[in-house]
């Protein structure tokens, strides 16, 4: 990742926020912005979070 923040609580902020204003999908983050989703979640995971399909964001 490298548009992103590194830290993890940074990083849950900042997608959450790209995707309720700027992205349908996770997906669709990721290839706009050359992001590893795999990472990503992975990331996130570690935290206790999830992406939900359903309402596009980490829970």
Known sequence: ???LPKDAF???SVLNTKLRDYYG???AL?????ED???IVRKLEN???EYDEGTNQFV
């Open 25 to 27: 999908s996770l997906d």
């Open 30 to 34: 990721c290839e706009d912005m050359n």
């Open 37 to 39: 989703k795999t990472d």
């Open 47 to 49: 935290l206790g979070y």
């Open 1 to 3: 990742m490298t548009n």
């Open 10 to 12: 940074l990083l849950l």
